[in-house]
C-alpha cells in the first residue's frame, strides 16, 4: 500500500491533486495565522505534505501510527535535502510528545477514519484541544459516513476502471469506516466556537471541521488549485463539478 500511494502522488493523479490542495490551504493558514508558527499533520502518511510545508521554510511537524510510512516520509524529505521536519510514530488520541497550547496550525487529511471507534475519535479532538494554541488554527478533512451499504458500495467502485485494485479495496474500506456526522459533532464540542463542522451536500460522503477562516485563500493560491484541477483527467473533473 505504501508503494501504491508513493506512486499515486508521483505520478499526479487522483489523490495526488488532492493533497497539493491540502497543501495551499495549509500554507494559507500559515502564512496568515502563524508566519513563523508550529505546524502539525496528524496522519502524515509518507509525509507529502509535511515536505511541502517543510520546502516553504516553516517548522513543520508528521505524526503517523504506521513506521513503515514514515520511514518513506524520511526518505522524501532528505531526497529534498530538509532539515526543518521531524516525524513521530504517536496515536493521535494521545500526543504526549507535544506540550499544551504548543501547535499553531493542525491539519489532518483523510486519517481519522482510521480511529477504531467513537471514543477515540473524541479523546483524539480533546488532544487536539489540548495542544492547540489559543489563536491557532485547525483544518481537517476526512471521509463520512453513508447511509446504506448501497451507496458505499456505489462510491467504492466509482474508479474501479481507473486505478489499482489495491485502491478499490482500500476506499470501500475506508467508505465503511467513516464516522457520521453525530460523531463529529459530538467529538469537536471541546473545541467549542473555534471550528465549525461542514459536510457535502444531500450525503455526506466528505467532512470539514475547519476554523472559521480557514478556507479563505489568496488570489496566487487560488490560481494554483484552479490549474490543479484543469489538469485533472475529464472523469475526475466532472466528479469534482458534482461534489
Known sequence: MAEAWAAEYKNKTRKGSYYRKRAEIAAQLIQK???????????????????????????????????????????VVSRHGLSNVEFDVSDLSKLDRFADRSVDVLISTLALHHLPDRSRLVNSFIEFTRVLKPDGRLYFSDLGQ???????????????????????????????????????????????????????????????????????????????????ESALPASQKADLKTL
Open 33 to 75: 495565522h502563524c508566519p513563523t508558527g508550529k505546524y502539525l499533520d496528524f496522519g502524515c502518511g509518507q509525509g507529502f505534505l509535511v515536505g511541502n510545508m517543510a520546502s516553504r521554510g516553516y517548522e513543520a511537524y508528521g505524526c503517523d501510527l504506521s513506521p513503515e510510512m514514515l520511514k518513506r516520509a524520511e526518505v
Open 146 to 228: 453513508l447511509r446504506s451499504e448501497r451507496s458505499v458500495a456505489e462510491f467504492a467502485s466509482q474508479y474501479a476502471d481507473r486505478q489499482p485494485e489495491v485502491f478499490n479495496v482500500d476506499y470501500l474500506n475506508s467508505l465503511r469506516a467513516a464516522f457520521g456526522l453525530a460523531d463529529f459533532r459530538a467529538a469537536i464540542r471541546p473545541l467549542g466556537s473555534r471550528v465549525r463542522l461542514y459536510s457535502t451536500f444531500f450525503v455526506p460522503y466528505m467532512v470539514v471541521v475547519k476554523s472559521p477562516d480557514a478556507v479563505m485563500l489568496d488570489e496566487v493560491r487560488r490560481q494554483r488549485i484552479d490549474n490543479i
